[in-house]
């Protein structure tokens, strides 16, 4: 996945967790409803100032917004003690 589509991931899941729809949180960040739509798409790139003004709007930090979620291809297997 790349990282505009786990920034559109996570803002829908980030403004959804706050109960706000695009348009509350585009005129909480100055941002047109339209182009919050495309950035949830994963249609546009957002810039790194609008990406600080949607985490304000949010409440959260930026890196939220562009944190990828830990793979399940990723977790190591728990090591077993090895008995002597």
Do not use: C, F, W
């Not at 790349?2 to 005129?27: C, G, P, W």
């Not at 739509?37 to 100032?49: H, P």
């Amino acid at each position: 996945m790349d990282l505009k589509e786990v920034m559109a991931v996570n803002l829908r899941r980030l403004r959804h967790a706050k109960k706000m729809t695009q348009e509350e949180l585009a005129e909480r960040a100055g941002l047109s409803a339209r182009y919050v739509g495309g950035i949830e798409r994963a249609d546009v790139s957002a810039s790194v100032t609008v990406l600080g003004r949607i985490a304000e709007a949010l409440e959260v930090e930026a890196a939220e917004l562009v944190r990828a979620a830990p793979s399940k291809s990723r977790k190591r297997a728990p090591v077993e003690p090895q008995v002597s």
